[in-house]
């Protein structure tokens, strides 16, 4: 099995587009790709609409419901063709692990969409395109961003990472969820947590140990939610170099004193800015082959996901 990721088709190149153009992102098509499959919707194409097209908008009306309405003529209101086609397509989306939206589209946009009054009047970036809310709705969990904000270096590895971490949970979990199971996940997952969010790894920690009060089904979508919200912090310099030093402490009674100084000075230019992170995680990886250490080895932290996608440099 391989990471399903939906995508708006105009984001990988498809010409679909009111203006009958695509937003093609280099990086889902050259990078990622060969990393995942596709799984390409086009919910305005979907709901019968030609490219081109005449341009739509969102539009708030007189008792603050939010439609989808033709931008030169608002009586030609798409709100329920678009509802009707989610609720048809959502449910076929379940075995998801991602979803990158195409930005400001007042169907895809996740956030910071044009809202318009119905006389016409800008009221501000307040929508959520029409298709992509109910996306989050129906799938709370589910890791979305948008095409625009994966330029951002920070945005696009915080993406990945709840990504590749989605699909673990998910492989882990297929052929059944178990207590015994989901304790040795999050035992894989506490240091990436921890640099993620200090406060979420201390929670996520009291959910794993009363597991015996939830009904297994609740526990499994709870924790994978609280999961996918701890991760969606971004991990500062200070959180990685906590976490680094929790770890260089299961090292520290096999290394030799200068062994010791190297790593701590490392990891402290690390924190400065002068190195990246990717300076004292392979230290510490070395000294690992030294003197094995499984819980420390397992931890995702040390690959949240492939190197070869270059983010942790
Ligand atoms: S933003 Fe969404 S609705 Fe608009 S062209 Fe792209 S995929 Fe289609």
Redesign the pocket.
């Known amino acids: 099995m391989t990471i399903k990721l939906g995508i ?4 990988l190149g498809d010409k ?3 203006d009958g153009g695509h ?1 093609a992102s280099a990086f889902c098509l050259q990078q990622l790709a060969p990393l995942v499959e596709y799984v390409p ?5 979907a709901i019968g609409m030609s490219a081109p097209r005449p341009a739509i908008r969102l539009q708030l009306d007189d008792e603050n419901k939010v439609h989808l309405v033709q931008s030169n003529n608002t009586a030609v209101d798409h709100t329920n063709s678009m509802l009707a086609f989610t609720e048809t397509k959502l449910p076929q989306l379940s075995s998801l692990s991602g979803y990158i ?2 930005a400001k ?1 007042p ?2 946009g996740m956030e910071r969409v044009r809202l318009f009054d119905v006389k016409g009047q800008q009221l501000g970036k307040l929508g959520v ?1 029409l ?1 992509t809310r109910q996306l989050m709705h129906a799938y709370p969990w589910l890791p979305v961003e948008e095409d625009g904000r994966l330029f951002d270096p920070a945005l696009k590895e915080n993406f990945i990472c709840r990504v590749f971490s989605c699909y673990d949970y998910q492989q882990t979990m297929q052929d059944g969820f178990s207590v015994g199971k989901l304790v040795a996940f999050h035992s894989r997952y506490k240091f990436l947590v921890m640099a993620h969010s200090p406060v979420a790894y201390r929670e996520l920690g009291r959910l794993v140990a009363q597991a015996k009060l939830f009904a297994p089904q609740e526990l499994q979508q709870r924790y994978l939610l609280d999961l996918m919200q701890a991760l969606k912090n971004i991990a500062t310099r200070k959180q990685h170099t906590n976490v680094l030093q929790h770890l260089q402490g299961f090292l520290k009674h096999g290394l030799t004193a200068d062994a010791k100084q190297e790593l701590s000075e490392l990891i402290h230019r690390y924190r400065q800015g002068f190195v990246p992170l990717l300076a004292p995680l392979t230290l510490l990886q070395h000294h690992l082959k030294q003197q094995p250490n499984a819980y420390v080895s397992n931890q995702r932290y040390f690959a949240p996901y492939p190197e070869n996608l270059g983010l942790r440099a």
Do not use: L, N, T
């Open positions: 708006s088709a105009c984001v679909v587009r009111y937003k919707v086009c919910p305005e194409m939206v195409c589209s169907s895809c395109g298709y």
